[in-house]
């Protein structure tokens, strides 16, 4: 019987489950979420049905696994996973209720037990794949880390044996060279101290002073400036105005913010920290003189291995890495094109009276 009811309402069963689907509050769903699994293990639960055995099962599986490996390339979540197959459950009840279809008890085990296992299966697929991009990712960016952490020392090292033979003087270029190399190495572990701390849900906020924050993230980015023959301007801060962030991830972000805007503002250009306040929010703003962004989203920016310009190099991990510190205390950070001029990116988080 129950063979005959999903071979006979097969369309209407899909499309019940789809309108279930997509009237998931949120996100919003698609039938592509449908398409990998539901009609295919609807179909494969009619041959085993016919079959009258579990002959099916593998088949089913087989079907769930690559829901779940679909879903997951979609960006989906486990309860999503469930809840496709949840509704076709409640779809078949529905619409053999509303039919008066009468279902025997050992029909509905076999239908449930084959839900059950399709679950089970997608969910399993779902992990392993998710656990591999994962995997992939981390791997990635650890590789990006390294390559440039060795050379970087290889530049440090290069400069230093030169300058052990006495052949160059210490203010030179072999110094310079040494200086960036050294910089650099700073930046990226730096970098990925804060990136760990973020995966390790490793947050210590605490009450900071804006005034003493900006003193503190200012002190390297003038040197720089310096170096490079830019202006650095620092906007006052009363001493009153306070909030609650994780010192280390806030600093790390800012410090990112000034060293890109430092890297690149043109020659004699000006680079300026400033902060504004509203009885409820504080807003750090760090602008430069690179010339504005290269054409296309400036959100683009804020992407894993996105970089401003192809002339400097490099990662591309800082912006990323700064976001996620800036929203793990709570703010949000923002760009702002100046065509012709060069660019803005806001900080702004919460203030504590």
């Known amino acids: ?158 400069a230093f044996e030169v300058l052990k033979t006495g052949a160059v003087g210490t203010t030179g270029r072999t110094s310079n060279s040494m200086d960036r190399g050294l910089g650099r190495m700073r930046e990226l572990i730096d970098r990925s101290l804060v990136d760990v701390r973020l995966k390790a849900g490793l947050h210590d906020s605490a009450r900071l002073s804006v005034a003493q924050l900006v003193e503190e993230v200012s002190i390297t980015a003038a040197l720089e400036a310096q170096k490079r023959g830019l202006q650095f301007s620092i906007g006052p801060v009363a001493s009153d105005v306070m909030i609650d962030a994780d010192a280390h991830m806030l600093v790390s972000a800012l410090e990112n913010l000034l060293q890109n805007a430092v890297k690149f503002t043109r020659p004699d250009g000006h680079v300026s920290l400033q902060t504004f306040t509203t009885d409820e929010r504080v807003r750090i703003e760090v602008q430069d003189q690179c010339g504005g962004l290269p054409s296309g989203d400036a959100e683009e920016l804020f992407r894993v291995f996105e970089q401003r310009g192809q002339k400097q190099g490099g990662l591309g991990l800082g912006l990323a890495i700064s976001r996620q510190a800036v929203e793990a205390c709570g703010g949000t950070i923002q760009v702002r094109n100046l065509p012709g001029t060069g660019c803005v990116f806001s900080v702004e988080l919460p203030r504590q009276q």
Request: proline fraction near 2%.
């Open 1 to 158: 019987m129950l063979y005959d009811f999903l071979t006979e309402n097969r369309e209407k069963i899909v499309d019940r489950t789809r309108s279930k689907i997509a009237d998931r509050p949120a996100p919003r769903a698609s039938t592509t979420e449908l398409e990998h699994g539901i009609p295919l293990f609807l179909t494969q639960l009619i041959v085993m049905l016919r079959a009258g055995s579990d002959a099916g099962e593998v088949e089913i599986d087989a079907g769930a696994a690559r829901h779940g490996d679909a879903l997951s390339r979609m960006g989906l979540t486990v309860g999503q996973v469930v809840h496709d197959y949840g509704g076709l459950c409640q779809s078949i009840t529905e619409i053999a209720d509303e039919d008066r279809v009468s279902i025997s008890n050992s029909e509905f085990k076999t239908l449930n037990k084959c839900l059950d296992g399709a679950i089970a299966s997608a969910v399993a697929q779902f992990g392993r794949q998710r656990a591999l991009a994962v995997s992939e990712e981390g791997a990635a960016q650890l590789g990006f880390v390294v390559h440039e952490l060795r050379n970087a020392l290889n530049a440090v090292t290069l």
